[in-house]
């Protein structure tokens, strides 16, 4: 069975500051699908980005990028210039490359944004 | 497109009592997935259709839990009787098949059983 694992449970970063998430997978499938989704207080299931594994550029949405290792199965998320708008409860997720389509989450990694 | 709707927002009921969680998934999308999040347990799928059957239910917790899609546009998560375990946001979602698609989630139900 596929984990995903969060670390931190909190992280703290001071606005138009860098903070990175980390998060770690373990699978045994070579065709997969990584993801970081937001949840702002609002509870919505926000996507902020996702990673082809059979890609080996690392993915990147704005101020939003990955690093993506994939022998070491790290997945971390790179947040530059912070912004108030940012905090929130951030989940990676994994989905494997077959039609099962189920999205597996780690725990989650609570973010705070200081002004 | 108006996203994946669900209702109601928020549910507050008795130990006991029947209670039904409603989906309407994005038009064209062929799986569907209802997920529970808790703090103890953090996000876990319960059930998931595709083309409306249901393809996998071991996420479903007990008998009380019951799920059905009739047709492509609407879904239901049915709890009978409901206990105060059950309290939590429950979450639907819709993808389109092929790989790498990304869910689209609902905003939620916040099902409070007291």
């Known amino acids: 069975a596929q984990t995903v694992t969060q670390s931190q449970p909190e992280m703290s970063v001071q606005e138009a500051e860098t903070v990175t998430l980390s998060c770690t997978y373990d699978?045994?499938?070579?065709?997969?699908?990584l993801f970081w989704y937001k949840q702002p207080p609002s509870r919505q299931m926000i996507l902020v980005i996702r990673q082809e594994a059979y890609k080996q550029q690392n993915a990147t949405e704005n101020r939003f990028s990955v690093n993506f290792q994939k022998a070491a199965k790290s997945f971390s998320l790179k947040i530059s210039d912070s912004q108030l708008g940012d905090a929130a409860m951030y989940f990676c997720?994994?989905?494997?490359?077959?039609?099962?389509?189920?999205?597996?989450f780690g725990g989650g990694t609570r973010l705070m944004v200081k002004p | 497109d108006a996203g994946v709707i669900q209702s109601p927002r928020h549910e507050v009921t008795e130990m006991g009592q029947e209670v039904t969680l409603r989906c309407k998934p994005i038009?064209?999308?062929?799986?569907l997935f209802w997920y529970r999040q808790t703090m103890m347990r953090g996000l876990e799928l319960l059930i998931y259709f595709n083309n409306n059957v249901p393809i996998d239910d071991s996420g479903m917790p007990e008998d009380r839990f019951s799920a059905k899609m009739p047709n492509a546009s609407f879904s239901t998560l049915k709890i009978q009787p409901s206990e105060p375990r059950d309290s939590a946001v429950y979450f639907c979602?819709?993808?389109?098949?092929?790989?790498?698609?990304?869910?689209?989630f609902g905003s939620g139900t916040r099902l409070t059983v007291v």
């Open positions: 699978t045994s499938e070579s065709d997969y699908y």
């Open positions: 038009s064209g999308h062929d799986y």
């Open positions: 997720a994994y989905k494997r490359g077959n039609a099962g389509n189920m999205l597996t």
């Open positions: 979602a819709s993808s389109l098949v092929g790989q790498g698609r990304s869910y689209t």
